[in-house]
């Protein structure tokens, strides 16, 4: 094993789970951060948090479920000065693109006292996938409550990668790497995409917020999870993301995943089914 104990939290998600298999792949010794591993980790519980950071000099962090939602900002304030009271150098901050709040806990991440990247990310590809989207993509009916906006999905294989660099080289403390795909989508262009590459017919349907967040209510979906989707789609999803950003051609010196071969690996692995 490399020198270095590596701390992934949230290392189950999409995001996380990919971080923790590219550093296994470069030798790296880890740790995941979540409530099923050993130390268990819980945001919500701060006594959990001085067990995994010991002996650990970076951390990749991806805060659950959103950056956005109330409260995030002081986890984030005090598990960074924890972190870095305990002797952690290195923290990685994924963040979400578009949204205000995000932005103060890059703030934040970046007064702590150690060396900092952000990984400031688009919508995921793989929310058609491994996410709420995937049941109505099987089902063939997509309805979400958004307009013909561009969205430049970045694949999360590539937030990954841009992770574990940050995470094990040099040269990349004190940059900010926003991350998207090569070129924008609407969500029905996306939809339709992955109809043509599974050769199903898969509908896109707008339908209007309130509506939307009634049928996650009947689906008993927490309050606090549907506040978060609504504020997602209502604001983060309003057009100020129709643009692409360098980040993975800074970062790693080459181009983005396009969302046409997420598609068609996708589509090949049989998770649409």
């Known amino acids: 094993m490399k020198q270095g104990l590596k701390l992934v939290l949230g290392g189950t998600g999409k995001s996380g789970r990919r971080v923790a298999q590219g550093l296994r792949a470069r030798g790296f010794e880890l740790r995941i951060g979540s409530r099923g591993a050993q130390p268990g980790f819980d945001w919500n519980d701060a006594g959990t948090w001085p067990a995994v950071l010991d002996g650990v000099d970076a951390v990749y962090i991806a805060y659950y479920p959103d950056l956005a939602v109330p409260g995030a900002s002081a986890a984030i304030r005090a598990f960074t000065e924890l972190a870095v009271q305990g002797g952690v150098g290195r923290l990685v901050l994924l963040s979400g693109r578009g949204e205000a709040e995000a932005r103060h806990c890059e703030d934040i991440v970046r007064a702590a006292g150690a060396d900092w990247t952000v990984v400031r990310a688009s919508w995921f590809s793989q929310n058609f996938s491994e996410s709420h989207l995937l049941e109505p993509v099987r089902a063939g009916v997509v309805a979400l409550p958004v307009a013909a906006v561009g969205e430049p999905f970045v694949d999360a294989d590539d937030i990954a990668d841009v992770a574990v660099a940050a995470l094990t080289e040099a040269g990349h403390a004190g940059q900010l790497y926003e ?68 980040g993975v051609q800074r970062a790693l010196g080459r181009p983005p995943k396009d969302f046409t071969d997420y598609v068609r690996a996708t589509a090949a692995s049989g998770a649409w089914g």
Not at 198 to 221: H, K, N, S, W
């Open 179 to 246: 991350l998207t795909g090569p070129r924008l989508w609407t969500f029905a262009e996306a939809v339709a995409e992955i109809g043509r590459a599974t050769g199903r017919r898969i509908e896109f349907a707008q339908v209007p917020m309130d509506a939307y967040a009634e049928a996650l209510q009947r689906e008993r979906l927490p309050p606090e999870l549907v506040a978060l989707i609504r504020y997602l789609f209502s604001e983060v999803l309003d057009g100020r993301n129709a643009s692409t950003a360098d």
